[in-house]
Every structure is written in C-alpha cells, then in structure tokens.
C-alpha cells in the first residue's frame, strides 16, 4: 500500500473508535454519572488498542458467536427481570457488551458497518434515558465525527476495492501477490507488466476484467479540501437535520410506560435548598455560591406592547431590583425555619388557596406582563413578583394556586389523582425534569401603592368601625400565625435586645420605659443590623460559639452572614415585639444572557428578606446591607459569554425537545396552512397568476415580510423560476455566447487559452503520428517523450 | 472489498430496491396521516384524509408493481430517455431500516419521542445530504470511451474512459465510470454481462482525468460496450445516484491465436515441397534483385558480364530469396452434432492462425481466405497486413451453419489457387468435404488444372486440432507479441 493509503486507514481507524467510544460514552452518561458512565467508553477504547493497535489477539468468530449469545442471554435476563427503564437499561448494557465484541474481533467492512449502527443506535437510547442539554451536544459533536468517519469510510473502500483482483461475471479471482501498490494508477494505466503480474481467470467462458481507479499521483486522500468540506457537510447535515425534525408531524399516541417515569422523581424532604417546608438556618448560603440559572424572564409592557428591561420594571415595581417571591416562612426552632409551629398540623387556613389564573374578580387594568421559563429541576414553588395580577400557565395538566396567608405560589397537577387534606388537588409532589413556563401581569406600584400585598387589602366599601374591627382581627390572626409563639424561651438573649432596643429612652425622673411604636421598632431594629453596629455580609458560614443558638451566635459574636442571617435576625427580633413578621425566600437581581438577550436569575440571585405587617400592612423589609451583598454576589452573578452559550443551546434544546408538543407543532405551522388556504382562496377568486403576483409582489414590496417565512418562500420561488430558466436550452446558449464573448476581451484568459490550444493541437498532433501519452504524466514528461519519439522515427527514416 | 455486482441481483425474482422501499415508506405516510392526523388536526378531515388515503393506495401500488416487475419497467424508462436513478445500496438499507424505526419509536413515544425524532432527524439530514450531494457530483459530468481497433480474445486490454467535469467550481469526487461489455455476435455464444468500471478519485472543476480498465474477453465476436453509467456515492456511501451518459459503441474481437506445432509445420513443408509447381528464376530458385558492384569473396558465376562491360568495372546480379508460398485456407464449419463450441473456436483459432502466420512469412502475395458458414466469406487480398485484419474480422464473425456452402467456396477457391497455392480445408465433415473436393478437383483437372496433391484436409476433431495447434498461456503471448497491442503506452 501506498504510504497516504495507511494514512487513510489509520485515519478511518482512529475515526471509526472515536465515534464507538464517543457513543458508548454517551449513552453512559445518560444511564449515570461519574466514573460508571465512562465505563463502557472504556472498555471499548481498551479492545481496540489490544486488537488494532497492539494487535495483541483477536476474538475468533466462533468465540465472538458464543459471546454474542450469552450477552444475548444475560441482556434478556435483565429484561424480562427489570421493570419498565430498567429494560430500557438492559437494552444500553446489551448495546454496550455488543459493541465490545465487535471491537475485539477481526474487523471488515461489515463489521465497520456494525460498530457504526451500534452506535447509533447507543445514541437513540442515550437521547431516549436523558433530557440534559450535554446530550444534545455530545449528539452534535457526534454527529460531525460520524459524517467524518462515513466520508473517510468513504474514500476507504476505494482503496480497498482497487485491489489488483481480477473478476469475472461468475466470481471474484484473488490479488496476485505483487510487490507493486495495489490501487496504483499509473501500474494500471500505462506498465503493460503489471497485466502479467496478476493472477488471470483461467476460465475462459467468462468475460473478466480488473477495475481501473484513476488518481492524480501525489494527491493525498485526506486534503485540506476535504477536512474545509466535512465541515461545511456538518452545518449542511445540521440544518437539513433541523428542518427534517421540525417538519416530521408529532402524532403522539397514549402510550408511553417509560417517558413519565424517567422524567418525574418523587420529591423527598430537603431536596430544596431554602425552598422546602423546613429549611436550616443558612442554607440558602450553599446555592449562593452557584451560578447554575434557576429562571429567566422577559417583561412586556402591555400598553405599548414592547419590552422592558429588568431595571424599568423593577423602578414601576418600587424595587430595588425585580424580587422574584418563592417561600415564606414564619416559625423558627433550633436553627431551622419551618411553614407552621413545629408538631402543629396544618390548619385549614394554610391549605386553602386561591386560584390565580383568571382574571375574574381582579379589579384594574394589568401593565406589565411577565413570561417566565423555570429550568429543570422545578419543584413545588412558583417565584414571581408580589403582587401580581393573574398567572397563567400554558399546561392545561396543571394550574398555579396562591396560599392564602402566606400568598406563596404552587404549582397544582391535575393529573394527580390523590386529594389534598380538605379533598383539593394536591399541590405537585414531584420534581418536575421539564422545564416549566407561565406567564403573570403585574400592575405598577410606582401609581397605585396601595395595591401593595392586595391579597390582605381591606376592600374600599368597608366602614371605618368595620375596618378597624378588621384590622384587629388581621392583627389578630397574624400573631397567630406568623409570630413564633416560644420565642422568649429559645432566644432570651435576643429578645432581651429587642427589649432594649425598642424601648423608649428612661426619662430622667425614673419612669419606667414604654415601648415604641411598631414603626418606630423596626426602624431600630433595622438600623441595629446594619454596618453600623458591626453587621457584614459574608457568605462564609461562621460559627463561634456552639453551645447557643446559630442565631444568637450571628447577632451576639460573628455578626458576619448572608441574607438569611440578616433577614433571621430581623423577623426574630420583629416577632419578639409581638409584630407579625415572615421570613420570605426568593430570587432578586437578574442578568441580561448576551446570546438570547432574555434576564436570567440565577442561584447566586437567591435572596431572604422580610414582610412585617405592621399598621395594618403588609411591608417589606431587606436588612441585608444591599452594597455589600451586590458586591459578594457581583462576580458570581454574571454569566460570561460561554456561560450565555451553554445557556441558549440549552434553551434552545429544551424548546426543541420537550417543548415541541403536538399542539407547539400544529402551531408552528398553523400560519403556513392558515396562508395555503387564503392563497387558495384568492386563486379561486382571482385566478392563478394575478393571485401569484400579487402575493410575490405584496411579499416583495413591504421589507418586514422579506424576513418571514413569506420572504423565504417568495425568495425560494423566484430562485427555482430562475435556475429553471437557466436550464432552458436557448438561455444556456445564450449564456455561453456572453462567456465567449467575455473571453474575447479577456487578455489573460485568452493568453491561458492560447496555450491550452497549443498543447492540444500538440497531443492531436502527436497521437496522429502514433505517439501517446499516458494520462498521468505532466505536459514535461509528455515533451520529453515526443522528442525522444521523434527522433528515433526521423533517424529511422 | 470488491463492489457487489448487480448479476447477483438478477437472479432475484423480485426488485428490491430503494425505490420500492420509499414507495412502501410514503404510502405508509399517506394512511397514517390519513388515519390520525385528523385526530390532532381537524383540518386534514374529510377529503384531505380521503385525498392521503387515495395516495397511499397509489403508493403501494407503484411499489407493487416495482417489486415484480421493476426492471423491466426501468429498462423502459431508459428507453425512453429516463437515464438517471437513485440506488439505495445495502448500507443504504440498514441505515432506512434504522431511521424508521427512531421514526416509529418517536411517534409511539410520548414524552421521549422528541428526542428519538431528533436522532431521526439527524440521520434525515445526513441522508438528504447525501442525496443532494451525489446529485452535484454527477452534475455536468461526461464520460467517453476509448476502444483499441481490434483486440483478442483471450488476450487483456485496455479501455480507457476519459470524464470531464464541467462545473464551473465544484470538484466531483468518487465518481465510479460502469461499463457494460455484452458480446452480441455470434449469438450461439452466450456470455454473462460484465461490468467493468474505473473510479475517477477527484476531478477538479472544469477538468478531465482519464482512467482505464482492463478487459480479457474469452470469445471471438462483436461486442456491445454501454451504455456507460457513472455512479457516486459520495460522501456517505448510505445512497448512490447513477446516469447513462454514453452511446453504445461495438468491438471486433478476433479469434485466439495459438501457435503451429512444429511437427506439423514440417510435414506440410514436405508436402508443399512435392506439391509445388518449380519455375526456375535464379540461381538459387531467386528472384533478381539488384545490380551492385562486385565485392571480394562474390560468387563469380553471379557477374553480369554485360553490365561490366559497360560501367568498365564488375558488376554483380543480386538475388532475393524466395521462399513465400500462398497458402489457401478454406474454413467449413458446418454444423453438425460433432462440431461443439469448442471445437468451432479451435477450428476458427487454426485458421486464424494460418492467416497470420501466412501474413507474416510473405510481405505479399495471394493471400486467400474462404469460409462457408451461416455465410459465405471470401478475401483474396495482395498486402499481407490488410488481409490479416480482413481474415481476422471475418474470423471473428464467422458462425457454424447447416447450409454451409462448401461446393461454391470450393469453386471459388479453384478459381484464385495459383501454381504455389496450396488450399487447407478446415472442416466439420471431412469425409463429405473429400468426397465433394475429389468432385470438384476432377472437374478441375479435367479444365487442366492439377490440384490434387495441394489439397490438405483438416478435420474438425479434438485430436487433429490439437496436432495442429496448441495454445500457450496468456502470458507468453503478451510477452511474444510486446507491443503488439495497441493501447500499449508509448
């Protein structure tokens, strides 16, 4: 063989294993994660450097035979013994084993083909286990080296079947052992000896030849050329691929035993960080530390219909920044956080809600809305801005419900069939690996301030002896309930604070010191916590003292602590005043993704503060000092251009696959079928061609249309007109009189032309006088030839 | 790996190929849209469900009738000017095979059938990919065949196939050139179709690189090469797309030559040397030559004196050697139960042979061939390279028949033979051949013409042939007659 034949080959080989390892990798990954899912990659990787690279041994077929049946049995076992992905996994293993026995084999043509349709076949099952984006981008990367590999494989079997075999139309008669480059053209093309070195067909009742293989000497398998068009194959292939998987119709039938399995996991206790119904005092500081994104939204404003950017829609929200509202929680028992009194069972208050996706009964118009994509994992909680008008959510198997008390969003699956404790749905009890969407309006507070927290409002009509008598009850109902009831017990220290702090100075006759008001209580108590007094935020857990509360510890000795401290401290030191107070979870500050331009919140975005009803209302309170919280989080809050990559490929994926619902499909091509019929229709009213003019020409004629799918239909019908036009044969004639008469005042083609006219009136001449050249020398080894030629034929005369 | 060849195919009974299989695809298209895409979409109710139904049937009956009798109606369609197709090779197969089964697992799937449809997807693109791009490989290409004039059986040679890619800027790669080498006359020879081809590896843009093949036909006859197809199948190999390109053009291929035993080729120089009617010319049985001036160690007896006396000096008379002998060769072959294939091949390559080496001895002179056969041939023709290739045309083409006329090529052969003629009888019935030239020969010697000592009776038999004659390898004849082939390189 020909040194850039092994080349090729090594090249095909080193492809060919990429492509299995990759695969096997893949579909480990998707099974499990760490070490376990490289270990199929491996194992592959192993047999072909024992078998190809070593070539230490190779599997004999019969013992391949007998391995192949017993993985086959053992595939089987685990089938018939697993339950529903469990089988699918049996299928993974088996593909896997499979793979590794081909690969310790001897390999041919057949077997490359086998190890290629194994892979793919690991990928479809890989997809089918795992919905991360990793997957679909391994599938990419996959997809490049697999188009490499078939083009190399490609130019392989031309090397391979340019063997010097001569065939009959009966059979095939081997090479002969020649020490000559079996695919060598010029041996095949002009040395008349290499005839007599093969081995001919002795029958002589069959036609035989050998087939010819015609390459330009030197000219390497693998050019620059052909690597520049692999990849230009590779984003060809992915948009052909795009539009193939976007048009094949979704025509989903019911029945599906794995789907839901694998997408849903059962939601255990603590699998939310600062978003359950117990949660440890500080742990929100472990998701403040990633930058993993939780949601991201886009805000319209819905009089002028156009988009707002976070910072407006925070300033008309009189907020700091958007607060994205998640968990609420009131009563604190050795250094955790908890819904209700600890032990106590859930009133019929706390699980009653109230459904927010309709508009009925709201009163005022919406300004703003908000459409946001929670990322997957989404558990029970629903974050948006409070208040908030209505919520929809685009899923008719699920709705969004507000707890009346708390007013935390849920989410509430319909298709649960288990009743809740006063016989509602039950709010969704599984972690959802589907990213969820759903939109809420909002209506500005920077007008209307007094909409603030609406779901405790008094309404208007009320007289003003009722309204007291309410607000008394609400005052009432709220020590209940959001005031922890031993608090004295647990945190004397700090209570005994708070006393000092919101008692009013001893006067000098020695009167005894009155409590403030409860405004005047949380001004102190805010301004205590802040830097003044020594408070910093810090995101390092520190404890100094561990024989009394974590709480305690922050205010008394490290004063140093993230959000949940500050925002701790406060409710705490608010409730031992006997005012309401509630320690709220969620999400503040957002980031613009450079690629998708959407606002994405992220974990470091997590944020604790405070809601007091103090006066009859509910207000919110942040004691965190705001610079120094921006300026722990600012390097871990903003995303980086490959950050905001990875980010939309992974929307992108998300949207592609497990957004593209049946009714996603039929909508996406609604228009084109809406228009085919108007089309349609104006054919039957005006006739064929004024219709089509019309329509290229109201395409043509507004530039916003250029860029729709209109525009790209008109532009696809005016490209095939023209290339069909150019394919008539007067128009071709006509083409080719302008090239010559181009050429004709041409200089410099004309000066190359001349002389490619010269060289072939030169070969015509030389072959007219016998002489012929072989086709793979140049036009100096044909000159050469010729004078030699020539003059023996003159000196022969 | 050599290429599949498609005579392996047509032992099927049935036509399994790509288009049948995307026929049987689209028509299960057509019912399942017909059947259930109302369910999810109620615009394609009612007579778009009727018209995809309709469809399906269509389908499934174009696909029926490709199945039994598509290649009939495909060498129709190239009749007809159909001359491009797409081949679905069996990679090609398994890799459909697989997308319909993600296609199938996509739509059963509800939840994960997204992520099935885009492996689908992906295995889509890559395969309409590889559609379009055959369809540009093959774009503006066009392929010509060279034959050598005349070429042997038994004997290799080269056909060269010249392609030319007229894109203005694409390079078409792999690009495979099929001929298809059919013998079509004699028709009692029956030989399988051969499908020689040559891979053009990269044809720059506006540029053309030649290739060849080698060819070995076992048979005399005339042979049909095309129409040429070109194929490519790159770059995945998963589809091929294939066009004729060329006209037909016919090959003369004449009979094997073998090489006289030199037993035999004594024992007929006896017999010429009795036959032959002696004339004297020369000294030596010579013809003159030249007149040149006398050299030391010149036959004295050779001085012209006439010559000598007028130059003033010696003159000598310069003889050439004769020894040309015309030699009649009359080929019967008629047909009869003895006269097998093979034997009608020897019989033909004996006289094939004869002519050549008679061509070769003698510059010039009466050389003569006569068959009688399907048809009548005679070639009586002075220069001896002009009827080598005359006799081994007619050689080529020569067919065994029951009315073989020898009588009349017996006559006309009486009516050419000269003094030194002598006429070979090469026949299938030598006993009735002897019987009707003693008939023939007394009718003659009765007009004073005396031909029965130069009569040398042939007979068409496994054992005289093969006293006559003997074949030696391939091989040694390439290396006997280096250079003798045409297409040999310069």
Redesign the interface.
């Known amino acids: 063989m020909q040194p850039s034949d092994v080349q090729l080959e090594k090249i095909f080989r080193r492809s060919i294993v990429f492509v299995s390892v990759g695969a096997s990798i893949l579909a480990g990954t998707a099974e499990t994660t760490g070490l376990a899912a490289w270990t199929a990659g491996i194992a592959v990787l192993v047999a072909w450097i024992l078998v190809e690279w070593l070539e230490l041994f190779h599997l004999p077929d019969r013992m391949a035979n007998y391995l192949g049946t017993v993985v086959l049995i053992v595939g089987a076992a685990e089938f018939f013994n697993g339950k529903e992905e469990s089988r699918l996994l049996a299928g993974v293993h088996l593909l896997a084993y499979l793979q590794c026995i081909v690969m310790l084999m001897k390999k041919?043509?057949r077997r490359y083909?086998w190890i290629l349709?194994i892979s793919?076949?690991q990928?479809?099952v890989g997809?089918?286990l795992s919905?991360h984006p990793e997957?679909?981008g391994g599938?990419a990367i996959l997809?490049f080296f697999?188009?490499w590999c078939?083009?190399v494989?490609?130019?392989r079997?031309?090397v391979?079947?340019?063997?010097d075999?001569?065939?009959?139309?009966?059979n095939?008669l081997p090479a002969a052992e020649t020490s000559e480059s079996p695919g060598s053209?010029t041996a095949?093309?002009?040395?008349?000896a290499a005839?007599?070195g093969s081995q001919?067909?002795k029958?002589?009742?069959?036609?035989?030849?050998?087939?010819?293989?015609?390459?330009?000497p030197g000219?390497p398998w693998i050019t620059g050329?052909f690597r520049a068009?692999?990849v230009l194959?590779f984003f060809?292939?992915?948009?052909?691929?795009?539009?193939?998987?976007?048009a094949?119709?979704?025509?989903?039938?019911?029945?599906?035993p794995?789907?839901?399995r694998?997408?849903g996991t059962p939601l255990t206790p603590g699998s939310q960080v600062g978003f359950a119904g117990n949660v440890e005092l500080g742990g929100t500081g472990e998701i403040l530390t990633s930058r993993e994104r939780v949601l991201q939204f886009r805000v319209t404003d819905l009089e002028t219909d156009r988009a707002v950017s976070a910072e407006e829609f925070a300033q008309a929200m009189m907020m700091p920044e958007v607060r994205f509202r998640g968990n609420v929680l009131a009563h604190y028992r050795d250094g955790s956080w908890s819904m209700t009194p600890p032990g106590s069972p859930p009133s019929r208050r706390d699980s009653v809600w109230v459904l927010l996706d309709t508009d009925t009964g709201r009163s005022g118009k919406a300004n703003f809305r908000v459409e946001v994509t929670m990322d997957a994992p989404v558990h029970q909680h629903v974050f948006a801005v409070h208040p908030l008008h209505s919520i929809h959510t685009s899923d008719e198997s699920e709705r969004i419900v507000q707890r009346r008390g708390t007013s935390i969003l849920l989410w509430q699956d319909l298709r649960e069939r288990s009743r809740g404790l006063f016989g509602q749905p039950a709010v969704s009890a599984r972690t959802s690996l589907i990213p969820r969407t759903y939109s809420f309006d909002c209506i500005r507070l920077d007008q209307h301030p007094e909409r603030m927290f609406h779901a405790w409002d008094i309404p208007s009509h009320v007289s003003e002896q009722d309204r007291r008598r309410l607000v008394e009850t609400q005052l009432a109902v709220a020590r209940r309930a959001f005031v922890t009831a031993d608090l004295r017990d647990q945190l004397p220290r700090l209570c005994e604070l708070t006393d000092t702090i919101c008692r009013t100075e001893p006067a000098t006759d020695g009167e005894a010191t009155e409590p403030v008001a409860d405004t005047v209580c949380v001004e102190r108590i805010m301004s205590h916590l802040s830097s003044q007094n020594g408070f910093q935020y810090s995101l390092i857990k520190q404890r100094t003292d561990r024989s009394i509360d974590p709480l305690e510890d922050f205010v008394f000795n490290t004063r140093s602590g993230h959000c949940e401290y500050f925002a701790s401290a406060a409710v705490l030191m608010l409730q031992s005043q006997n005012i309401p107070a509630v320690l709220v979870s969620g999400f503040q500050g957002s980031d613009v993704n450079s690629v998708s331009g959407l606002n994405e919140v992220r974990n470091s975005n997590a944020h604790t503060w405070v809601e007091a009803y103090v006066n009859g209302r509910w207000i919110t309170l942040d004691p965190t000092p705001g610079e120094e919280r921006a300026a722990a989080t600012s390097g871990k809050s903003g995303g980086s251009l490959l950050s905001d990559l990875r980010f939309a490929f992974a929307d992108f994926w998300v949207s592609?696959?497990?957004n593209?619902t049946?009714e996603r499909w039929?909508a996406m091509f609604r228009p084109v079928?809406e228009r085919f019929h108007e089309i349609r229709r104006q054919i039957a009213a005006n006739g064929f061609w004024p219709a089509v003019k019309s329509w290229v020409t109201g395409t043509l004629m507004v530039p916003e249309k250029w860029f729709s799918w209109q525009g790209g239909l008109a532009t696809f019908v005016i490209l095939s007109a023209l290339v069909g036009i150019s394919r008539l044969p007067i128009v071709r004639r006509f083409l080719a009189t302008l090239l010559r008469f181009r050429d004709l005042f041409s200089v410099n083609t004309d000066g190359r032309r001349s002389i490619i006219r010269f060289y072939s009136r030169f070969i015509a001449a030389c072959e007219h006088h016998g002489?012929?050249?072989?086709?793979s020398s140049t036009a100096l080894e044909n000159a050469t030839?010729a004078i030699r030629?020539f003059e023996t034929q003159l000196s022969g005369n | 790996m050599p290429e599949p060849k498609s005579h392996l195919r047509k032992r099927m009974p049935v036509v399994f190929g790509a288009s049948f299989i995307l026929q049987i695809l689209s028509a299960v298209a057509c019912f399942l849209a017909a059947v259930v895409l109302p369910l999810t979409t109620p615009e394609f109710a009612g007579l778009s469900a009727v018209i995809l139904a309709i469809l399906g049937c269509l389908f499934l009956c174009v696909a029926a009738i490709n199945l039994f009798w598509g290649r009939r109606i495909a060498r129709w369609a190239h009749w007809l000017g159909r001359r491009s197709r797409f081949v679905l090779p069996r990679e090609g197969i398994v890799y459909l095979g697989v997308m319909l089964v993600l296609a199938v697992g996509g739509i059963l799937g509800q939840s994960h059938g997204n992520r099935l449809l885009i492996v689908f997807g992906i295995m889509a693109g890559m395969f309409v990919f590889n559609g379009w791009c055959v369809t540009i490989m093959l774009g503006r290409i066009l392929v010509e065949r060279r034959l050598p004039p005349h070429a042997r059986a038994g004997q290799a040679f080269h056909v060269e196939l010249t392609a030319r890619n007229r894109k203005p800027v694409i390079s078409s790669r792999l690009i495979r050139a099929t001929d298809s080498v059919n013998l079509i006359s004699p028709t009692t020879t029956r030989l399988r179709e051969a499908e020689p081809s040559v891979m053009f590896v990269r044809i720059p843009s506006q540029a053309s690189r030649t290739g060849s093949y080698q060819l070995m036909l076992p048979r005399r006859g005339r042979y049909q090469f095309g129409p040429l197809r070109i194929s490519s199948r790159f770059p995945l190999g998963i589809g091929e797309r294939a066009k004729s390109v060329s006209e037909t053009q016919t090959l003369i291929v004449h009979p094997k030559c073998g090489r006289l035993r030199p037993d035999w080729k004594r024992q007929f120089r006896m017999a010429e040397s009795v036959a032959r009617t002696r004339a004297f010319k020369g000294i030596h049985d010579d013809e003159f030559h030249q007149i040149r001036e006398y050299r030391d160690g010149d036959n004295p007896r050779l001085i012209h004196w006439r010559s000598s006396a007028r130059r003033g000096t010696l003159m000598l008379r310069e003889f050439e050697q004769q020894r040309e002998s015309s030699c009649m060769v009359l080929l019967d072959l008629f047909d009869c139960d003895r006269l097998t294939a093979e034997l009608q091949e020897t019989a033909v390559s004996l006289a094939a042979t004869l002519c050549v080496e008679q061509s070769r001895q003698t510059a010039s002179g009466n050389h003569c061939l006569l068959i009688a056969g399907q048809e009548n041939v005679q070639i009586a023709v002075m220069s001896s390279l002009r009827f080598q290739q005359e006799a081994l045309d007619a050689l080529a083409l020569a067919t065994a028949s029951k009315r073989a006329d020898l009588a009349g090529s017996l006559m006309a052969a009486a009516e050419m033979i000269t003094r030194n003629s002598m006429l070979m009888l090469i026949t299938s019935r030598p006993e009735a051949a002897r019987v009707l030239a003693d008939s023939v020969l007394d009718e003659l010697s009765s007009r004073g013409i005396w031909l029965h000592d130069r009569l040398i009776v042939i007979p068409i038999t496994e054992e005289s042939l093969s006293d006559i004659i003997e074949f030696p390898e391939a091989t040694d004849l390439i290396a006997e007659e280096s250079g003798g082939a045409s297409h040999a390189a310069v």
């Open positions: 041919n043509e083909w349709a793919i076949l990928v479809s997809s089918i919905i997957i679909g599938m997809t697999g188009l078939l083009s494989f490609s130019l079997r031309v391979a079947g340019s063997l075999a001569w065939h009959t139309a009966e095939v053209p095949a093309n002009t040395n008349p005839v007599s001919r067909p029958d002589n009742t069959a036609i035989a030849w050998q087939d010819g293989i015609q390459r330009d000219e050329r068009g692999t194959a060809v292939s992915v948009i052909l691929s795009v539009v193939c998987y976007a094949f119709p979704r025509i989903r039938l019911p029945m599906d794995i789907g839901t694998i997408e592609g696959t497990q593209m049946a039929q079928g002489l012929r050249f072989p086709a030839l030629f």
